[in-house]
């Protein structure tokens, strides 16, 4: 069974640093890209960031873009978030999620874990 | 402001057919990429409903179905039932001026009356 779990988040002050994990388990990891998707309390969700299946093509949302870090280790089947200068608007439920599809531009979110809640605040 | 507009909220009886838009542009669905659709029902994660436009993941009922057309996009759910009060959202691919990446609708909150 294909299954993702977050884990990291917590309380952060602004400006300051967090690291989000999510562990994978029942598929091939490294042939999948993977997504972190956040929502905010009471809000839609919004893609943050992506990355290909061997790690060397990422992609992040504007309003993340040279805060927020996405990387994976294939052979511990891991994929992170480094999050840094972190702002109130930041906080979230973050979900990781695994993407389908070919090619990049018809990706999906076919699989998710049940989410890591970031909160920023002094 | 979601790329990608739908409507804060539709309601149903029992047994009728609901249908929630997506509306976007000439730099989403308007550039003929997929449109998927997740719902997520209260305190839960989101999961896939439709992919690639009309297709359904297997254990999704065929009461769900969806459609695409020039710059917009449907979710169609018929015989409604007091389960599919949830969330429902759309998502495609975005290549404004900006840059690139995936985008959501805004999200439509379905009650079942």
């Known amino acids: 069974e294909v299954h993702l779990l977050e884990s990291g988040g917590g309380l952060e002050q602004p400006g300051g640093s967090l690291r989000l994990s999510c562990a994978a388990s029942g598929f091939t990891f490294s042939n999948y890209a993977m997504s972190w998707v956040r929502q905010a309390p009471g809000k839609g969700l919004e893609w943050v960031s992506a990355i290909s299946g061997p790690g060397g093509s990422t992609y992040y949302a504007d309003s993340v873009k040279g805060r927020f870090t996405i990387s994976r280790d294939n052979s511990k089947n891991t994929l992170y978030l480094q999050m840094n200068t972190l702002r109130a608007e930041d906080t979230a439920v973050y979900y990781c999620?695994?993407?389908?599809?070919?090619?990049?531009?018809?990706?999906?979110?076919?699989?998710w874990g049940k989410g890591t809640t970031v909160t920023v605040s002094s | 402001q979601s790329a990608l507009t739908q409507p804060p909220s539709v309601s149903g009886a029992p047994g009728q057919r609901v249908t929630i838009s997506c509306t976007g542009s000439?730099?989403?669905?308007?550039?003929?990429?997929?449109v998927h659709w997740y719902q997520q029902l209260p305190g839960t994660a989101p999961k896939l409903l439709i992919y690639?436009?009309?297709n359904r993941p297997s254990g999704v009922p065929d009461r769900f179905s969806a459609s695409k057309s020039g710059t917009s996009a449907s979710l169609a759910i018929t015989g409604l039932q007091a389960e599919d009060e949830a969330d429902y959202y759309c998502?495609?691919?975005?290549?404004?001026?900006?840059?690139?990446?995936?985008?959501f609708g805004g999200g439509t909150k379905l009650t079942v009356l």
């Open positions: 999620a695994k993407m389908a599809g070919h090619p990049l531009n018809t990706y999906y979110m076919d699989v």
């Open positions: 000439s730099s989403n669905i308007g550039a003929s990429y997929d």
């Open positions: 998502q495609s691919f975005d290549s404004g001026l900006s840059g690139s990446g995936w985008v």
């Open positions: 690639g436009n009309n």
